[in-house]
Nanobody, 125 residues
Framework: QVQLVESGGGLVQPGDSLRLSCVVS????????MGWFRQAPGTEREFVAV????????RYADSAKGRFTISRDRSKNTVYLQMINLKPEDTAVYYC??????????????????WGQGTQVTVSS
């Protein structure tokens, strides 16, 4: 059974940076695309970024472009989300997810059958 465990969230000020990590266990890490989503209170879970199985292709939500970077390290079975210039509207629970297939075309919640428990990111002065 696949398990995803996120870490790295916290309370930061506007303009700060954070790096989220997601360790994957239980299945071959490199065969599927991996994504990050987020969910703020009272809103639906939304796509943030996805990376293909081999790391060669990425895709970002408009809100993440230029500020967030998704990457993966096969040797550590880990996917990362580097976030810079954080804004209060980035406040949410961030979820790591494993896609149903290998490509970076997976961007909807239903494309990802396996999820982590989430990590809280709060951006506030």
């Amino acid at each position: 059974q696949v398990q995803l465990v996120e870490s790295g969230g916290g309370l930061v000020q506007p303009g700060d940076s954070l790096r989220l990590s997601c360790v994957v266990s239980g299945r071959p890490f490199s065969s599927r695309a991996m994504g990050w989503f987020r969910q703020a209170p009272g809103t639906e879970r939304e796509f943030v970024a996805v990376i293909s199985w081999n790391g060669d292709s990425t895709r970002y939500a408009d809100s993440a472009k230029g500020r967030f970077t998704i990457s993966r390290d096969r040797s550590k079975n880990t996917v990362y989300l580097q976030m810079i210039n954080l804004k209060p509207e980035d406040t949410a629970v961030y979820y790591c997810a494993r896609a149903a297939g290998p490509g970076s075309n997976y961007i909807t919640v239903t494309d990802f059958p396996t999820w982590g428990q989430g990590t809280q990111v709060t951006v506030s002065s």
